[in-house]
């Protein structure tokens, strides 16, 4: 069977006014990952596919994070936003070369899925020309509606357009549509622009293919899947949608959530078996956690790989870069940094570890501080096998700790430590007899001190 080429072209030159933003409105993330991220992860990829982003003048950070995400990607400017048409023959070129499949999908539609794409590519191998993408709306008013003559969709109607009859129809259109590339230009090419905006229309290719004796299908989908973001309330929207989602997937995967409405994920995060999660745990991207790890909770982790049976938190911020292995322990109010720990090292309580390597099975004491910046530049600390560093102890970087050595609580580490060696910084304790006493009649003169 000869598996058919396709074209997607995400459209992505919106300029999203209503988010009141600086930031390009599909730049907006979801799941910490930008919205033009979502689709282009969905859209088909492999042998045979291709893909085009539509931006508008001025967003190479639109352009630059299409390519990110797919190194494929060729990007089109639309000059003028004069219609959905119109932005799509910006990207003219590409269809010229002829895919089987031409895809139009919209940037700021984040909860689209590949297997959506693929169910709309399906009816234009049977020979359709044209499948677009519906939803039932629980309230149609403002949607384009679908007309359907039994199987076959005749016309999308506007609803400023709609009879009183139509105005009923629930069936509503997404946006997003699958045309038979090899008839692709021949339909867009006869749009016009004959209506009040003096725009081109997308939705008008229905009616061009009904006329051709074509055949145009509906492909219904949910009304979450096809949500477009205008505003900081639908991102918002949108974001709980995708949550559920990932915590779903999640647990389906065998992951425990104590309260799953009170974790965030990730798209990209990856789970092993027999995870637990606690309450209020937020997981940001490029987290990895092994089998048998438990979050406590109000923990935040960020670009961090976590080792099969870890314990983190509650209260831990585990920051980029930071890397545990198998059975490590990060307790309460602990932050690290490009930091790697290894198997079974323990930093139960109130420390900083950053910019540095510690060796497997060595205990860090509550307090101690990783001094790894100067002011100017960062330094790494290096702490071997089974270390056992004292409460309150700083370890100024550049510095070396070696296997089986110990620090002394309460020590400022300026110079490296040898293997086994015990190293003690701190002023000799003294003591003077009664002169607390001494201290108190000073002050008050023999008088009961003030409240």
Not at 133 to 151: K, Q
Not at 337 to 363: C, F, P, Q, R, W
Request: net charge neutral; with cysteine.
């Amino acid at each position: 069977m000869t598996v058919r080429s396709s074209l997607t072209i995400v459209l992505a030159a919106g300029e999203g006014t209503r988010m009141r933003s600086s930031l390009p409105k599909v730049l907006h993330p979801v799941a910490h990952q930008s919205l033009l991220a979502h689709v282009l992860a969905a859209a088909p990829k492999g042998t045979g596919t291709s893909l085009a982003v539509v931006i508008g003048p001025d967003h190479q950070a639109v352009a630059d994070e299409a390519r990110r995400i797919r190194p494929d990607a060729l990007t089109f400017v639309q000059r003028e936003r004069l219609g959905t048409a119109h932005a799509v023959l910006a990207a003219c070129e590409a269809i010229a070369r002829g895919a089987d499949d031409l895809l139009i999908a919209f940037g700021d539609t984040p909860l689209i899925s590949a297997e959506t794409f693929a169910r709309l590519r399906a009816p234009l191998a049977k020979g359709a020309a044209i499948a677009a993408l519906g939803f039932r709306a629980a309230d149609p008013t403002g949607y384009g509606r679908f007309i359907v003559e039994g199987d076959r969709l005749v016309a999308i109607r506007e609803q400023a357009d709609a009879s009183e009859a139509e105005r009923k129809i629930d069936l509503c259109n997404a946006g997003v549509m699958a045309i038979d590339g090899r008839r692709a230009l021949e339909i867009l090419g006869q749009i016009g622009n004959a209506n009040s905006k003096g725009e081109y229309y997308l939705t008008d290719a229905v009616e061009i293919v009904r006329k051709q004796g074509w055949e145009s299908v509906v492909i219904e989908t949910s009304e979450d899947e096809v949500r477009g973001i205008n505003t900081k309330a639908q991102l918002a929207e949108a974001e709980a949608v995708m949550q559920a989602r990932l915590r779903k997937a999640a647990m389906e995967a065998g992951v425990t959530l104590i309260a799953p409405e009170t974790v965030y994920l990730s798209a990209d995060t990856v789970f092993g078996k027999d995870v637990t999660i606690e309450p209020f745990v937020v997981i940001g991207p490029g987290v990895s956690i092994a089998d048998g790890a438990v979050i406590h909770s109000f923990s935040h982790i960020v670009e961090t790989t976590l080792g099969k049976k870890v314990s983190i938190g509650p209260y831990a911020r585990l920051r980029p870069g930071t890397s545990l292995g198998d059975g490590a322990r990060i307790g309460n109010f602990v932050e690290t940094k490009a930091a790697t720990l290894e198997a079974g090292v323990k930093v139960n309580h109130l420390s900083y570890i950053g910019d540095a390597t510690v060796g497997a099975n060595s205990n860090i004491g509550a307090g101690t501080i990783t001094c790894n910046y100067d002011g100017f530049k960062k330094h790494k600390t290096v702490i071997g096998q089974g270390a056992f560093v004292g409460t309150n102890s700083s370890l100024v970087a550049p510095v070396t700790i070696g296997n089986g050595a110990y620090i002394g609580s309460g020590s400022v580490i300026t110079k490296d430590v040898p293997d086994d060696a015990m190293a003690l910084e701190r002023n000799q304790q003294t003591i003077r007899e009664g002169g607390a006493a001494r201290y108190r009649e000073m002050k008050t003169g023999g008088k009961k001190p003030e409240k």
